[in-house]
C-alpha cells in the first residue's frame, strides 16, 4: 500500500488529512485501546497473521526501503548470480532492519521469505504434480536459498516453526526434494515438519503420493542416486520411528504422533504394493516400478547404520506379518486346490525377491516360529503363505528340517486334541513343500507313508484319532488333485484289521471321485511322480513315456525292469492295453537289435507278450520295411489293438479313407471308400446289417447309464476318431460348404439298424459324461457328426430314453439337445464349446441352401442353450447389436490349434445370419425357457458368482424374454406395478376401519392354481412349480406391502396377510427348502411388515401381532427368518432405526433370542435360556447345526437340563426333516453320501437323549391337524412330502432304536405297524424312488439307503417285537385287526393269481413268488386310492416287479398279520421268534 493510497484512506475516514505512515498508524490504533495485560503481545500477533496472509513481500520491501535500496528484493536473494556480492550478514542485517520497521518478530519475517523463496524455486519450472525431484538450476537456487537460512537460524533470526507452518500452506507446490533437503542441511528437520501438521490423515496422504512418485521416478531419473539417498533415509527414519520400543520414548506426546505417522506410511505403501500385485499388474507400468522400488528398501545396507537397533527387525517381522495376513479371503479348500499354482516357479518375481529379503533379518528358525505364531493367530492369505513356505525350502537349505519337524508337531497336536487345523496347516505345508522337488523336500508320497505307514504313527493311537484321520482325508476328496487321492490309495495308511472298515470307506469314496474325474488307478504309468501336482496325462501319453524308461533301465542293468514285471502281474489292464501297445509301435526294424528290440525279446521269452500281439507286431514292422520310407504312427493304441480279429479290416479301410482325404484330387474315390467301410461294418459287428435303413423302428437308450459291449464300444470309437481326423483334415484344405459330400456318406453308412443305436449311445457318453474332457478336435469332429445326422433325421428313428426325459420319443435332433446340461461350470463351458461349433458349421454347410434345410439340422434346444449360456456368462453378449455383422461364421477360426472359444461364441452371436435365424419361433429363447434351463444349475458348483448370478438374472426380467418373450405381458406387469403404487401411495388408499381383505391378485393365483392337474407326479409338480415360480417373480416385483397389507386406522388390529399365509401353507411349502422359504421371498415379508408398521400408529404393536398369528397360522415364515437370520438381521435392525426408531418389537427380539440361543448352544459356555415357543428354539439349533456342520451334538444335548425335554422332541423333528432332504437331494451332488450319513448320525444322537431321558417322541410320528396339538405347528413346517415320508425315516433309524424300552410304551406296536403299513404303500405307489440310494457305509447301515431293504429290516423287526409288547398296545391296532375280513380276498386272488406263479415254482424263492400276490392284494385293498380292477375272478396286479423283489426275501406280510392276531389271542408263542414261514 503506498502513501497516497493511506493519505486517500485517512481523509475519506475523516480522520484528518495529515499524511501518516503505515506505523504511525498501528501506533494510533494501539494508543486508542484501552491497555490490558497481554493486550500488546495480542495486537502483535494478529499483525503478523494479517501480514502473513496478505503481505506480498517484494512491494512490501520496495516500500519500506524506498527506491534506494531496491537492490536488495526477494529475486536477488535467491538467484545465486545476483547475490554473489550480498553476504548472508547483510541479508540478516537488513531483514532486522525491516522487521523493526514492521513491528514484527524476524524470525517470522525471514521464515516467511524463505518460504516464499522455496514456492517460487519449485514453480519455476511448472507444476509440480508429477515430480518430487528438483532439476539442477533448482537445485543450485535452493542451495544459495537454504545458506541464508543456516545463517539466520545460526544467528537466531529464523523459525523453524513458522517455516512449517507456511510450507504447509503450500504443500501441493512442495517437492520432497526441498523437504529432504532442509532435513539433511538441519534447517528443519523430518519430524519437525511432519509433526507440525495438526491433520495426521493429510500428512500421510501428501506422504504417500510423493514416496509413489519418488520410486516410479527412481529408475529413469537423471538423478537417481538423490532419489535413492531420499528413499533410504526416509526409509530409515520411519521405521526408527515407527518400530522403537516404548521405552525408548522419551517424550510424552510428539514420538507418539510421529511414531504413528511412520507405521501408518509403511503400511499403506505396503499394502499399496500387495494390492498391485494382486491386481495382475503389467512390467513396465507405473504400479510394477513402485512396487519394485519399493520392496528394494528392504534390503540390509538400507539399514546399515540402525544395526545397533532392533527397529528393522521389528519392521521386518511386522512386513512378513502383514504380506501372510493381508486380505485372507481365500478358504482352506480354495488353498488345496490351487496352491499348485504357487510353487516359487509360478510366484511373482517381486514377491519371492520380497520373501527373500525379509528372510536377511530373521534366522530360519525365527522364521518357522513367526509362520507358525500367524497361523495360529490370525486369519491368513493362504497364497501367501504358502508360496512363503515354497520360498524358505528354496532359499534356505537349513529351514528344511525345521519345516519336517514343525509339521511333525502339528500332526502331534492334530491327534493329540483332533485339531483340524494344525491338520490343515501340516498338509497344505508338506504339498507345498513337496512342489518345490525332492532335492528339496520329501516327495509327498514319501511323506505321507513315513508318517501314516506304520504302527509308530500318531494315528494309531486310538479310534478317535484314525476316525479323525479318515474324515479329514474324506473332506479333502471334492477339492484335491488325483495325485493326492492316489497316494492315499496305493499307499493308505496303517488300519488296525477291526478298524478297516474305515479305509474300506475312504478308499471307495477316493475311488469314486478319481472314477469322476476320469483318472483310472489301473491306468497309471509304471513310473509315474504321485507326488506330483501336475495333471494326470492320458495313459497312451504316460505309456509312452514309460516305455521310454524301461528301455533306459533295461540298456543299463541288462534286465527286465521290475516295475514292468510287476505291472504284468498286478496291473495287466494297463500292461496289455497300453504299455505293450506303445512298446510294440510298428517300425523299420534295425540290423542290429538295439535296446528296444532287445527288451521286445526278453519280455517275449517270458512270456510276457501274448503271441497274437506278437505276431501282429511283426507282421507290421514286415509291412512296414516294404513301405519305406513310410512309418507307423505312434501311440496310436486302437489299431494296434485291432490290428487282428474283426475289426482289422475295418480299421485298414478307415485308414484307406482318411489316405483319401488328405488328397483334395482324390474325393471322387470317397464313395468306394465308404462303400468299403459300410460292408466291413457288419463283420466288426458281428452280423451283417439285414437293411441298410433303420426307420421304421424305436431306438431305447439310458442316458444315465449308456452301456455298450466292448467290441461295440471298439468300434463306435473307430469309426468316431475317423470322422473326426477326416473332418480336421478336410477343414484343412476347405470351407464345409466345399469339402463334398464324403460326410453325409460316411453318416449314412453309420445309420444302420444294428450301427445306429451303438454310435449314439456312444455319442451319449461322450457328450453328457464326458464332454469336457474332449478335445477341440474331437468337439468339431462330434459336432460335425450330429449336423448330418439331424439332417437326416426323417429317415431316422425315434429315441426314446429313460429319466430325466418326455416319455415321448425324441427326434435325433431333440436328443443331441437333451445330452447337454448346465449343472456344473465344466458342462455349461462344454456346452457352450459344441454349441458354437454345431451352429457355426450348420451356417457354413448351409448358407447358401433355403432356411428350412438350415432349420432342419439344427435342434431347437441346442440353439437356444446357446442363447442362455452366451447371455449368462458374458455381459458384452448383452448390450446392443451394431448394425449387422456380415462376417462368416467362426469355423475356420475353430479349426486352428489355439482357438479362442469364447471369442468365436461371441463373433457367431454378433452375426446377422445367426440373429435372424433366433427370431424364428422355434428358436426363440423365452423367459419360460430362460427359468428351466437355469433350474438346471447347481448353485455349489456354479461359475459364476453371486452378484453375477444376479446380474443375469435380472437381465433375464428386464429383457424381452420375461413373461414368455410377450412384449404385452411385460406391459401388463408394467401397469400391475403401477398400479399398485398408485393404490398404496395415491388418494384411494385411504385408512379405512372396514374388515381388511387380502390383495386381488392372491384370489387369481388361488383361481389359476386350482385349475391345475392335482398329484404329486414329476409332470404335475415341474407344472405347479413353474405356475408359483411365475407367482413369486410377479410379487417380489411388486410392493412388500401387498404381502403384509395395511394396517386399519384406529385399530389395534394386524395387517391382513391370511391370503399370503394361505398361499405359503398350501403351495409354497411344499416347494422350500425343507423347513425355510427363499431368501428373497422372505426379506420381502419382512419388509412389507415394515412398511406396515411405518403406516401404523403403534409400530411395535403391529409387528407383534403379525409375528404372534405366524405363531400359529403360518409358523413357516418364522423358520425361514431363523435360517437367513445372519442375512435378515442386519437390514432389520437397520431400517427399524432409519424409519421407526426405538428397539426392536418383542416378537422380533424373540426370533434374535432364539437364534442367539441356538449358536450359545455350540459354544462350550452354558446355554443362554431357550424363548418359547419351543419349536422356535429348537429350529434355531438345527439350524445353527447345520450351518456348523456338525455331526456330532452329543455333549451340546446333554447341557440343555430339564428346559431341554420339549424341545428335544421339535429337534428330533427337524433331524428327520434334515434327514430326508438329504436324501431327496438330486443325485450327483458333492457330498451327497457324506451329507445323508450325517443327518442319520444327528438323528440318532437326538433319539438316544429322549431314549436316555425317558421322553416319548412317538407322537411325531401321530401328527394330525385337527386337535390343535403338535400337528398344528410341524405340519405346516414340513412339505407334505416329506410328511409323507415320515415311515422312511422312522425305519432308517432302526438300529438306533432302543427295543426293550419301546416294546413297553402302549402307542409303539400301533405307530411301528402302522409306519410300516404307510412304507409298503409309499413304494408301491412309487414314491420311494425319489429317495436317493446312498452307498452302506457299515454293516449295521446296511440297507438303509434301499426301500427294498429298508422294508424287510422293518418286517423282521415287528416279527421280533409283537410277541414282546404287552397286551394292552393291541388295543390300539384294531385297525389291522379290522382288516380280517379282507383275507377272503387274499385266498380268490391267491388262486387266481396261481397261473401267474406256476412259472416260478422252479426257481429259488419260487414258493414265496406264488403266494406273494395274496399280500400284496391284502396291502393294496386298504389303500384310499383307486383298486386294481378284478374282473371273471382275475386279479390284475401291476407291481409284479415289485412281488418278485419282496418275495425272494422269503418273507411275507401274512405272517405280521399272524403275529399280531395271535398275540392278542393268546400268550407269546416260541414259532414266532423262528424266521417267517409261509402259509
Not at 1232 to 1261: H, M, N, P, Y
Not at 1300 to 1308: G, K, N, V, W
Amino acid at each position: 500500500m503506498s502513501d497516497s493510497q493511506v493519505e486517500g484512506a485517512a481523509s475519506t475516514s475523516g480522520l484528518g488529512s495529515r499524511k501518516r505512515r503505515w506505523t504511525e498508524l498501528l501506533a494510533g490504533r494501539v494508543k486508542r485501546q484501552m491497555y490490558r495485560p497481554g493486550t500488546e503481545q495480542k495486537l502483535q500477533e494478529s499483525a503478523v497473521h494479517l501480514l502473513r496472509r496478505h503481505l506480498n513481500l517484494n512491494d512490501l520491501l520496495l516500500e519500506v526501503e524506498g527506491a534506494s535500496r531496491k537492490t536488495l528484493c526477494l529475486n536477488q536473494l535467491i538467484d545465486p548470480e545476483a547475490c554473489t556480492n550480498l553476504s548472508s550478514s547483510l541479508i540478516g542485517s537488513a531483514l532486522r532492519d525491516q522487521a523493526s520497521r514492521l513491528g514484527v518478530p524476524v524470525a517470522v519475517l525471514s521464515s516467511r521469505l524463505v518460504a516464499s523463496s522455496i514456492t517460487q524455486i519449485c514453480v519455476s519450472e511448472g507444476e509440480p504434480s508429477h515430480r518430487v525431484l528438483l532439476s539442477a538450476e533448482q537445485r543450485k537456487k535452493l542451495s544459495s536459498l537454504l545458506e541464508v537460512a543456516q545463517y539466520l537460524l545460526a544467528h537466531s533470526m529464523f523459525s523453524r516453526f513458522s517455516l512449517c507452518q507456511e510450507l504447509w500452506e503450500v504443500q501441493g507446490s512442495l517437492l520432497l526434494e526441498v523437504v529432504w533437503q532442509l532435513h539433511i542441511q538441519n534447517v528443519v528437520s523430518f519430524q519437525e515438519l511432519l509433526e507440525s501438521h495438526a491433520d495426521t490423515q493429510a500428512t500421510v496422504a501428501w506422504l504417500f503420493r510423493n514416496l509413489c512418485l519418488l520410486c516410479e521416478e527412481m529408475e529413469a531419473s537423471p538423478y537417481s542416486d538423490v532419489a535413492s539417498a531420499m528413499l533410504s533415509d526416509l526409509v530409515q527414519m520411519f521405521v526408527l520411528r515407527g518400530f522403537q520400543k516404548n521405552s525408548d520414548l522419551r517424550r510424552n506426546v510428539e514420538p507418539e504422533q510421529m511414531g504413528q505417522l511412520a507405521f501408518v506410511v509403511l503400511q499403506r505403501m505396503l499394502i499399496f504394493a500387495l494390492e498391485a500385485l494382486a491386481a495382475g499388474m503389467q512390467d513396465g507400468s507405473p504400479q510394477h516400478k513402485v512396487v519394485k522400488c519399493w520392496f528394494g528398501v528392504f534390503c540390509g545396507h538400507t539399514y546399515d547404520r540402525m544395526i545397533s537397533t532392533d527397529s528393522p527387525k521389528r519392521f521386518f517381522s511386522h512386513t512378513l506379518t502383514q504380506v501372510l495376513t493381508h486380505k485372507p479371503v481365500l478358504k482352506v479348500s480354495d488353498a488345496v486346490q490351487m496352491q499348485k499354482e504357487w510353487s516359487f516357479a509360478k510366484t511373482h518375481p517381486l514377491l519371492t525377491g520380497l520373501y527373500r529379503r525379509l528372510f536377511t533379518m530373521l534366522s530360519p528358525e525365527e522364521l518357522v516360529g513367526h509362520l507358525q505364531e500367524v497361523l495360529e493367530t490370525h486369519e491368513v492369505n493362504w497364497q501367501h503363505v504358502l508360496s512363503c513356505v515354497s520360498t524358505l525350502v528354496i532359499c534356505l537349505p537349513e529351514a528344511q528340517q525345521l519345516v519336517k519337524d514343525w509339521v511333525a508337531r502339528l500332526l502331534a497336536r492334530a491327534f493329540e486334541s483332533c485339531d483340524l487345523d494344525s491338520m490343515v496347516t501340516a498338509f497344505l505345508v508338506v504339498r507345498q513343500a513337496a512342489l518345490e522337488g525332492p532335492s528339496v523336500f520329501p516327495s509327498y508320497a514319501d511323506w505321507f507313508q513315513a508318517s501314516f505307514g506304520s504302527s509308530r504313527g500318531s494315528h494309531c493311537c486310538s479310534k478317535k484319532t484314525l476316525v479323525f484321520l479318515f474324515k479329514f482325508l474324506s473332506d479333502l476328496v471334492p477339492f484335491e488333485a488325483p495325485r493326492y487321492m492316489q497316494v492315499h490309495v496305493l499307499h493308505p495308511p496303517l488300519v488296525p484289521s477291526k478298524y478297516r472298515s474305515l479305509l474300506t470307506d475312504y478308499v471307495t469314496l477316493a475311488k469314486t471321485r478319481l472314477a469322476d474325474l476320469k483318472v483310472s488307478l489301473e491306468n497309471m504309468g509304471l513310473y509315474e511322480d504321485l507326488s506330483s501336482a501336475r495333471d494326470v496325462t492320458e495313459p497312451h501319453s504316460q505309456a509312452h513315456q514309460d516305455v521310454e524308461k524301461a528301455i533306459a533301465v533295461f540298456e543299463h542293468t541288462g534286465r527286465i525292469p521290475s516295475a514292468v514285471m510287476e505291472a504284468s502281474i498286478f496291473r495287466r489292464p494297463y500292461y496289455t492295453a497300453h504299455f505293450l501297445p506303445a512298446l510294440l509301435t510298428p517300425r523299420v526294424l534295425p540290423k542290429t537289435p538295439d535296446p528296444r528290440a532287445a527288451l521286445i525279446e526278453s519280455l517275449r521269452r517270458a512270456d510276457k507278450i501274448p503271441p497274437s500281439l506278437y505276431s501282429a507286431y511283426c507282421q507290421a514292422c514286415s509291412t512296414a520295411e516294404e513301405k519305406k520310407p513310410e512309418s507307423a504312427a505312434p501311440g496310436v493304441k486302437v489299431e494296434a489293438v485291432c490290428a487282428e480279429g474283426p475289426l482289422g479290416p475295418l480299421a485298414a479301410a478307415l485308414r484307406e479313407l482318411r489316405a483319401a482325404m488328405t488328397d483334395p484330387t482324390q474325393y471322387d474315390v470317397v464313395a468306394a471308400r465308404v462303400a468299403v467301410v459300410s460292408e466291413r461294418l457288419g463283420a466288426a459287428l458281428g452280423r451283417a446289417e439285414e437293411d441298410g435303413s433303420s426307420g421304421g423302428s424305436q431306438i431305447q437308450l439310458s442316458v444315465l447309464t449308456p452301456g455298450l459291449e466292448q467290441q461295440e464300444r471298439e468300434v463306435a470309437d473307430l469309426l468316431l476318431t475317423c470322422f473326426c481326423q477326416n473332418l480336421i483334415v478336410a477343414s484343412s484344405f476347405a470351407s464345409p460348404d466345399r469339402q463334398g459330400p464324403w460326410a453325409s456318406r460316411l453318416v449314412t453308412a453309420m445309420c444302420g439298424r444294428r450301427l445306429l443305436p451303438v454310435v449314439l449311445t456312444r455319442l451319449c457318453q461322450l457328450l453328457r459324461h464326458q464332454g469336457p474332457s474332449l478335445s477341440a478336435s474331437h468337439v468339431l469332429g462330434l459336432a460335425a457328426l450330429v449336423v448330418h445326422l439331424a439332417q437326416s433325421r426323417s429317415v431316422l428313428p425315434e429315441v426314446r430314453v429313460g429319466l430325466p426325459a418326455p416319455a415321448e420319443g425324441l427326434s435325433v435332433a431333440e436328443f443331441f439337445g437333451s445330452l447337454l446340461t448346465f449343472r456344473t461350470s465344466e458342462t455349461s463351458l462344454f456346452c457352450l464349446r459344441f454349441c458354437t461349433a454345431v451352429i457355426s458349421y450348420s451356417l457354413c454347410k448351409y448358407s447358401s441352401l433355403s432356411r428350412d434345410t438350415l432349420c432342419s439340422c439344427l435342434s431347437p434346444a441346442l440353439v437356444k442353450k446357446f442363447q442362455f449360456i452366451i447371455l449368462r456368462l458374458f455381459p458384452e453378449a448383452r448390450d446392443p447389436l451394431c448394425p449387422e455383422d456380415t462376417a462368416d461364421p467362426p469355423w475356420r477360426p475353430l479349426c486352428r490349434p489355439s482357438a479362442d472359444w469364447q471369442q468365436a461364441a461371441l463373433c457367431l452371436w454378433k452375426q446377422s445370419t445367426f440373429q435372424e435365424l433366433s427370431k424364428e419361433k422355434e428358436f426363440h429363447l423365452t423367459y419360460r425357457d430362460w427359468l428351466r434351463l437355469e433350474l438346471e444349475i447347481e448353485p455349489e458348483v456354479d461359475c459364476l458368482s453371486d452378484t453375477e448370478s444376479s446380474r443375469s438374472y435380472n437381465y433375464s426380467e428386464n429383457s424381452d424374454l420375461v413373461l414368455s418373450g410377450c412384449p404385452g405381458n411385460r406391459d401388463i406387469f408394467s401397469r400391475l406395478q403401477e398400479m399398485a403404487a398408485g393404490l398404496e401411495q395415491g388418494p384411494g388408499a385411504p385408512r379405512t376401519c372396514s374388515p381388511p381383505q387380502g390383495h386381488f391378485l392372491f384370489g387369481v393365483f388361488r383361481r389359476r392354481l386350482q385349475a391345475l392337474a392335482s398329484g404329486w407326479d414329476v409332470a404335475a409338480r415341474l407344472q405347479r412349480q413353474r405356475e408359483l415360480l411365475v407367482y413369486k417373480w410377479i410379487l417380489l416385483g411388486l410392493p412388500p406391502s401387498i404381502v403384509v397389507g395395511r394396517p386399519q386406522a384406529g385399530q389395534p388390529a394386524a395387517p391382513d396377510c391370511t391370503e399370503f399365509f394361505h398361499l405359503v401353507n398350501s403351495e409354497l411349502r411344499n416347494f422350500s427348502r425343507g423347513s425355510a422359504l427363499t431368501h428373497d421371498l422372505t426379506v420381502h415379508f419382512f419388509r412389507g411388515l415394515l412398511s406396515a408398521c411405518s403406516q401404523s400408529g403403534d409400530p411395535s404393536l403391529t409387528a407383534d401381532l403379525v409375528l404372534t398369528a405366524c405363531q400359529t397360522e403360518c409358523p413357516l415364515v418364522l423358520t425361514s427368518a431363523l435360517w437367513w437370520w445372519p442375512r435378515l438381521e442386519p437390514e432389520l435392525r437397520s431400517r427399524w432405526r432409519r424409519c421407526l426408531q426405538g428397539p426392536l418389537p418383542q416378537e422380533l427380539q424373540r426370533l434374535w433370542e432364539a437364534q442367539r440361543f441356538g449358536r450359545s448352544c455350540l459354544l462350550p459356555d452354558t446355554a443362554s435360556p431357550a424363548p418359547g415357543p419351543a419349536w422356535l428354539s429348537a429350529a434355531a439349533l438345527y439350524f445353527e447345526i447345520q450351518r456348523a456342520g456338525k455331526d456330532c451334538v452329543k455333549s451340546q444335548l446333554e447341557r440343555l437340563g430339564c428346559q431341554g425335554e420339549e424341545l428335544l422332541v421339535f429337534l428330533f423333528f427337524f433331524s428327520l426333516m434334515g434327514l430326508l432332504s438329504s436324501h431327496l437331494t438330486p443325485q450327483g451332488r458333492p457330498h451327497q453320501a457324506v451329507d445323508t450319513l450325517k443327518a442319520l448320525d444327528i438323528c440318532a444322537e437326538i433319539l438316544g437323549c429322549l431314549e436316555k431321558r425317558r421322553v416319548s417322541w412317538l407322537v411325531l410320528f401321530q401328527l394330525t391337524e385337527t386337535g390343535g396339538g403338535l400337528g398344528h405347528v410341524l405340519l405346516r413346517l414340513a412339505p407334505d412330502q416329506y410328511v409323507r415320508l415320515l415311515p422312511f425315516a422312522f425305519y432308517s433309524l432302526l438300529s438306533y432304536f432302543d427295543e426293550d424300552a419301546l416294546t413297553r410304551e402302549d402307542a409303539f406296536l400301533h405307530v411301528a405297524v402302522d409306519m410300516y403299513l404307510k412304507l409298503l404303500r409309499l413304494f408301491v405307489a412309487g414314491e420311494t424312488s425319489a429317495l436317493s440310494t446312498v452307498a452302506s457305509r457299515s454293516r449295521e447301515r446296511r440297507g438303509q439307503g434301499d426301500p427294498v431293504g429298508l422294508i424287510t429290516e422293518a418286517r423282521r423287526f415287528l416279527l421280533r417285537s409283537i410277541p414282546r409288547c404287552p397286551k394292552e398296545s393291541f388295543s390300539n391296532v384294531a385297525e389291522v385287526t379290522r382288516r380280517r375280513s379282507l383275507w377272503c380276498v387274499c385266498r380268490r386272488a391267491n388262486e387266481s393269481a396261481g397261473d401267474t406263479a406256476l412259472p416260478l415254482r422252479g426257481q429259488p424263492g419260487g414258493a414265496a413268488l406264488a403266494l406273494w400276490p395274496l399280500t400284496c392284494w391284502a396291502v393294496v385293498a386298504s389303500f384310499p386310492v383307486p383298486r386294481p380292477r378284478v374282473s371273471g375272478g382275475c386279479t390284475r396286479l401291476s407291481a409284479v416287479g415289485f412281488l418278485q423283489l419282496l418275495a425272494t426275501s422269503a418273507d411275507c406280510d401274512p405272517d405280521v398279520r399272524a403275529a399280531l392276531l395271535s398275540r392278542q389271542q393268546a400268550g407269546p408263542d416260541a414259532d414266532l421268534y423262528r424266521e417267517p414261514r409261509l402259509f
